[in-house]
């Protein structure tokens, strides 16, 4: 069956340094790839997303690039800021009409950044 | 609009009891969905709904029930609580047709 796997975490960061948060995947066919964030105490949110290899989503800094060669969509942002402290989830809906809405995730990588 | 909304926020249970977690939704969206999240483990699909009077089951079914009788309401319901069904219990949405699911804020159960 489909499945993701997510960097161990955590994470833990100063403010304005680099992220990479690495997600492979495994399923059949093309399926879409998202990442979705959880700050503390609240729901998941879409953070972005990308539904065809080398497509890349992007979203308040955070660009992912769907990679089908690696099977990867590895999560990146240039210079992180406290405010990203949360948990991001690496998550994909498989290609067949039977997974339409069936979301698989990875297991979570909690980030702390640091003033 | 509210969104999606989830009751109760947190809730602690003896082992057998029974309970009813609340999900609703204002946006007209077919497909709903519960999950559980687990440290470690992500979050796992337990049931999902495509449209009203339409239920199937997800990857962690078990001990676990689930109706859809309107569009707005998918209500999760745990007739004999277990201690392993401690969890955080999050309720989506999807447009049919959509990618973007959108989460409620979680329910937080405690089975002792």
């Known amino acids: 069956g489909d499945s993701v796997t997510q960097m161990e975490g955590p994470v833990t960061l100063s403010e304005e340094a680099f992220l990479t948060i690495n997600c492979t995947y495994t399923?059949?066919?093309?399926?879409?790839l998202f990442w979705y964030v959880q700050y503390p105490g609240e729901g998941l949110q879409l953070l972005l997303k990308?539904?065809?290899?080398?497509d890349k989503g992007s979203n308040k800094g955070f660009e992912a690039t769907y990679r089908k060669e690696t099977t990867s969509f590895h999560l990146e942002k240039g210079s992180v800021q406290v405010s990203d402290s949360a948990v991001y989830f690496c998550?994909?809906?498989?290609?067949?009409?039977?997974?339409?809405?069936?979301?698989?995730f990875g297991q979570g990588t909690i980030l702390t950044v640091h003033p | 609009n509210a969104g999606v909304t989830q009751t109760p926020k947190f809730q602690v249970l003896k082992t057998g009891q029974s309970m009813t977690l609340q999900c609703a939704q204002d946006?007209?969206?077919?497909?709903m969905s519960w999950y559980r999240q687990d440290p470690g483990m992500g979050l796992r699909l337990i049931h999902y709904?495509?449209?009203?009077?339409?239920?199937d089951q997800g990857e962690v079914p078990n001990g676990y029930n689930v109706s859809r009788s309107t569009t707005e309401d998918f209500p999760l319901r745990l007739l004999s609580a277990a201690p392993s069904q401690t969890s955080v219990y999050f309720c989506?949405?999807?447009?049919?047709?959509?990618?973007?699911?959108?989460f409620g804020p979680g329910t937080r159960l405690l089975v002792l």
């Open positions: 998550a994909l809906i498989g290609a067949g009409g039977t997974s339409y809405g069936k979301l698989t």
């Open positions: 399923a059949t066919g093309y399926p879409s």
């Open positions: 990308a539904t065809k290899a080398d």
């Open positions: 946006m007209n969206h077919e497909y």
């Open positions: 709904s495509v449209g009203a009077g339409i239920t």
């Open positions: 989506a949405t999807l447009r049919a047709s959509g990618e973007t699911q959108y």
